[in-house]
């Protein structure tokens, strides 16, 4: 039975308001878009999680590179999912057409619930409180007031502040708000390209560094380790290392606003992620070069010890600078891209309405941004928004292996879908992010059991909303 094109899934097309938004990002906003989104606050502070499971120099920069080769292998399969279903919603739509509704909407209310609604709080307080570092009126260490045992200070002020700004700039328009993101990401990308090069040229730094003595390694293949702990340490590094990854699917949820999207959203993804893990390697050459292995196992702020050790403590005050920037910018675009998630959610009739209009004027899901800046707003006076995401970050993991795993299911059950792309190295490649994404999420629940089930319960929590929205929906029905 065929259904009609207006129900066929991955051609759904809608009237009135629903169906104007514009297709007004072109591939190097999509690129820009993507590299903002996952460079934030975590290059600046991971380095102390990698350094202590993996005591080596090759370790310490291997699994950054590991990092990266294991996410373009979930971006090849993404990019054919992408070239299929050039939607607006992206992960939340290849999920639905792979495994149903429920599973889709659990998906989209993780997302909104803690995901990105707890990125975009913690972001946006994370650059305010850098901020604070060169501005000492808005410091995080002026409380004004405290809430059963949580202190509201002038930092979360002004987090607050920088959600309602980038709220409104992306309500006045799809161009503003991609304006905004990659003005964020040139700035970052001149701060970071002069932290390295600099740090090179005349920096402090010690190539001994590199040696594996610097980090009480012993020598060998193994450097004293069993290949069973050896693997261990690199799944409990990559946890670090994926949380930093994190953030390349979010143009896949703008797909319905990218230019030639079956061209560009594949292409994009690729291009950001090498770009990405390019950078990554380079800012961790600089902090093996500025600090010794057992220095920067210390650190949770490597980047303010790295830049005190390469230049002098001054140089503090630009590196906050350029970490608030990065924060600002990953935040900008977390806005940006999440409320399509939840614009499709709503065109699906599995949530608010309300978020499913398209504004007359300015042609952007207005009230799903809206309404995501508020629920951001809500986790940054509850202070809860970091620890809510630490819960999440297993459940976000294991959602990618269950898309990568619905790109064999849909060869199988969509066989007549155009796929302009299709997934390179096809079916070796995905399926050794499978046994990967699938050992680190298990590996996860094994180490940190606590995280694993509050982020479960986290995600069974929306299955009432999921029951209430869909007798809604039938009672609309004639």
């Known amino acids: 039975m065929s259904l009609p094109a207006a129900t066929q899934p991955g051609t759904r097309q809608v009237t009135g308001a629903h169906s104007s938004l514009l297709r007004g990002l072109g591939l190097l906003d999509s690129v820009l878009l993507l590299v903002s989104g996952i460079i934030g606050s975590s290059i600046f502070l991971t380095a102390k999680d990698i350094a202590g499971p993996l005591p080596h120099p090759a370790w310490f920069l291997l699994v950054w590179v590991l990092g990266g080769v294991v996410s373009l292998f979930a971006c090849f399969a993404f990019a054919e999912l992408g070239s299929m279903f050039a939607d607006s919603g992206g992960q939340y739509v290849y999920l639905r057409e792979a495994y149903g509704d429920l599973v889709a909407f659990l998906y989209g209310w993780m997302l909104f619930s803690v995901a990105n609604g707890g990125s975009i709080a913690a972001l946006s307080v994370g650059s305010a409180a850098y901020f604070g570092q060169i501005v000492p009126l808005v410091s995080s260490k002026h409380v004004m007031f405290s809430v059963f045992g949580m202190a509201f200070t002038r930092a979360h002020l002004v987090g607050l502040i920088l959600i309602a700004i980038m709220t409104a700039i992306n309500v006045m328009g799809l161009r503003r708000g991609a304006i905004l993101q990659n003005a964020a990401t040139w700035a970052k990308f001149a701060a970071m390209a002069a932290f390295v090069i600099l740090g090179i040229a005349i920096g402090k730094g010690d190539w001994s560094h590199f040696l594996a003595r610097s980090w009480g390694s012993t020598p060998g293949l193994m450097m004293g380790m069993s290949p069973g702990q050896l693997i261990s340490a690199f799944g409990v590094g990559l946890i670090a290392v994926f949380w930093a990854y994190d953030g390349w699917v979010y143009i896949t949820w703008v797909a319905g606003e990218v230019k030639e999207p079956k061209r560009n959203v594949p292409l994009a993804m690729v291009l950001g992620v090498l770009v990405v893990g390019l950078i990554y390697v380079c800012m961790n050459v600089v902090y093996v070069y500025a600090l010794p292995g057992r220095e920067i196992a210390k650190h949770e702020t490597i980047a303010h010890a790295a830049a005190v050790a390469l230049f002098s403590p001054r140089a503090a005050v630009w590196l906050s600078a350029m970490i608030a920037l990065s924060c600002f910018g990953a935040a900008a675009t977390c806005t940006l891209a999440g409320a399509r998630v939840y614009y499709a959610m709503a065109l699906d009739g599995v949530f608010f309405q309300k978020m499913a209009e398209v504004h007359p004027k300015w042609r952007t899901p207005a009230f799903s941004l809206i309404g995501e800046g508020i629920w951001a707003g809500i986790l940054t006076l509850s202070g809860r928004y970091d620890q809510l ?88 029905l004639p």
């Open 389 to 476: 995401y630490t819960y999440v970050m297993f459940g976000m993991v294991l959602s990618y292996t269950l898309t990568v795993i619905g790109l064999f299911v849909l060869r199988k059950k969509r066989p007549d879908v155009p796929r302009p792309y299709r997934c390179t190295g096809y079916p070796w490649l995905p399926a050794a992010y499978v046994l990967i994404g699938g050992a680190w999420t298990l590996n996860t629940i094994i180490t940190r059991p606590s995280e694993a089930a509050a982020g479960t319960l986290i995600v069974v929590a929306g299955v009432p909303g999921f029951m209430y929205w869909k007798r809604a929906q039938r009672k609309m």
